[in-house]
């Protein structure tokens, strides 16, 4: 045999097992959170995912997340993962989708009815996706509707939430991230974009800001201050770190940035507050580089990406306890850990010695 015979070979047979460890990992995951009824379920009740979901978000509903029931609120978020993961039926997209849209429903009730006084008030909405709300301003990150559903976010809750909010952020180009239906509902509701200059680039006019592009640092948008750190997340998309003071506290939003020196960079520039990460992109990299007051994480259960490539809340709460930031232990940086359209408070005190 010759070497460039051999050198083929060789290359297929590493393709031939990556496949099939691809496949060993879906095949295992399918099994494990496959949908099938519990052995409580009657005949004729609603499926087993809807039920399960109802009940931990019972359980949420008196534990809110205060920091104050870590252990109550752990068992319930892990609880979770097998349900929202269970195999996509028509039952599923129909009975999930209106749990979903019924937490979307509170959560824009809670963002236009409530009155933050001091500091931010924020809401967990789909995936990556967040508003931070303050007295100045409401601002939404990675705003996306949902989908799988057959009920994600309609037009309607869309359009009200495009009213509530100021200023729409768009990491980057993934469509879990950058909804283009959501942007022009902003658009057409007068109010701003801020975006990566490669993205949705059929989006123009004077309310659409794009990083990197823009000369002056900060961006100072209805009444808060904007700082963008282009990272990327590898090996697919440029990515915007966002910094935003609002609320008299910096907050910023990770989206899928990989890119681990950059948080150097933005250590070296800020002393953040509140950090919206994201559960599987090197977490532990992000809270050492900038050392939080408070961790909120994101990106649990992107439904839309394959079994294999999703993360759950046991993912989390493992990555959580390696860090040694579930409490008792969390001295330094606070964590909340929030479902669907839950929120939480955080005064402009929350940094001690501030």
């Known amino acids: 045999m010759n070497k460039s015979r051999l050198k083929r070979y060789a290359v297929g047979?590493?393709?031939?097992?990556?496949?099939?460890?691809?496949?060993?990992?879906?095949?295992?995951?399918?099994?494990?959170?496959?949908?099938?009824?519990?052995?409580?379920?009657?005949?004729?009740?609603?499926p087993a995912a809807a039920n399960a979901l109802e009940a931990c978000l019972q359980g949420l509903t008196a534990n809110p997340p205060?920091?104050?029931?870590?252990?109550?609120?752990?068992e319930l978020l892990e609880a979770i993962d097998v349900p929202i993961n269970a195999r996509h039926t028509a039952d599923w997209r129909r009975d999930v989708g209106a749990l979903y849209q019924r937490q979307m429903d509170k959560a824009l009730d809670e963002i236009g009815e409530s009155r933050v006084a001091?500091?931010?008030?924020?809401?967990?909405?789909?995936?990556?996706?967040?508003?931070?709300?303050?007295?100045?301003?409401?601002?939404?990150?990675?705003?996306?509707?949902?989908?799988?559903?057959?009920?994600?976010?309609?037009?309607?809750?869309?359009k009200r939430l495009a009213e509530l909010l100021d200023i729409a952020f768009v990491s980057h180009w993934h469509h879990d991230h950058c909804s283009r239906p959501f942007l022009r509902?902003?658009?057409?509701?007068?109010?701003?974009?801020?975006?990566?200059?490669?993205?949705?680039?059929?989006?123009?006019?004077?309310?659409?800001?794009?990083?990197?592009?823009v000369a002056d640092r900060p961006l100072r948008i209805a009444g808060v201050d904007i700082y963008g750190h282009t990272g990327r997340q590898f090996p697919t998309a440029r990515n915007n770190?966002?910094?935003?003071?609002?609320?008299?506290?910096?907050?910023?939003?990770?989206?899928?940035?990989?890119?681990?020196?950059?948080?150097r960079k933005i250590a070296g520039e800020h002393e953040i507050d509140i950090l919206l990460g994201?559960?599987?992109?090197?977490?532990?990299?992000?809270?050492?580089?900038?050392?939080?007051?408070?961790?909120?994480?994101?990106?649990?259960?992107?439904?839309?990406?394959?079994?294999?490539?999703?993360s759950g809340y046991k993912r989390t709460f493992k990555e959580l306890d390696k860090m040694k930031l579930a409490p008792p232990r969390n001295f330094e940086t606070q964590v909340r850990v929030m479902f669907w359209g839950e929120q939480t408070n955080w005064p402009d005190t929350g940094r001690p010695g501030k």
């Open 13 to 46: 047979l590493l393709v031939t097992t990556l496949l099939a460890g691809a496949l060993a990992v879906w095949f295992v995951t399918s099994i494990e959170y496959a949908y099938s009824p519990t052995p409580t379920s009657a005949p004729d009740s609603q």
């Open 241 to 263: 770190v966002y910094v935003v003071r609002i609320g008299g506290l910096l907050v910023m939003h990770q989206g899928d940035n990989d890119k681990t020196s950059l948080y």
């Open 66 to 74: 205060d920091g104050s029931n870590w252990i109550k609120r752990r």
């Open 185 to 213: 509902q902003m658009l057409a509701a007068g109010k701003k974009i801020v975006l990566l200059d490669s993205n949705a680039k059929e989006l123009s006019g004077d309310s659409v800001f794009r990083i990197p592009g």
């Open 118 to 158: 001091d500091g931010v008030r924020i809401w967990r909405m789909y995936n990556m996706g967040f508003v931070v709300k303050s007295a100045e301003a409401t601002i939404g990150f990675d705003i996306h509707p949902g989908w799988v559903f057959d009920n994600p976010m309609d037009d309607n809750q869309q």
């Open 278 to 310: 994201n559960c599987w992109a090197r977490l532990r990299t992000v809270v050492e580089g900038v050392k939080p007051s408070l961790l909120i994480s994101g990106h649990e259960n992107e439904i839309k990406h394959p079994l294999f490539f999703r």
